[in-house]
């Protein structure tokens, strides 16, 4: 998972060390919401054959509210492991930044 990758669904991807930025192409569509977007994101990712699964992180055990998703490898023991999460998901609506066509950093973590 490294460089540029154009992703299936209108979605354009740039992977960086500790960041992805994620912007809709001309012809993406629009989100419905916040977990529209991480499954977008998830679908996009397994179609480029990254076995991913899109879940809440309180439910992993992380200490955060409710509805907070993120994108994990399902594997998270393997070597090529990562996540991608929205480190600024309080101050923020993930799906309105991405449907206003800007970019959408977020950040990304390979177990050490």
């Known amino acids: 998972m490294h460089g540029y990758i154009d ?26 919401g916040e977990s529209a977007f991480w499954v977008m994101l998830k679908r996009s990712l397994q179609s480029k054959g990254h076995n991913v699964i899109k879940k809440e992180m309180i439910k992993d055990g992380h200490m955060v ?16 492991a990562f996540a991608i999460w929205d480190s600024s998901y309080a101050v923020r609506d993930v799906a309105k930044d991405f449907n206003s066509g800007g970019p959408v950093t977020l950040s990304l973590k390979r177990p050490k």
């Open 7 to 32: 992703l299936a669904r209108g979605v354009d991807v740039k992977v960086d060390r500790g960041s992805v930025i994620v912007q809709r192409t001309r012809t993406g569509k629009r989100v419905a």
């Open 65 to 80: 509210s409710v509805g907070i998703y993120y994108v994990r490898s399902r594997n998270m023991a393997k070597p090529d």
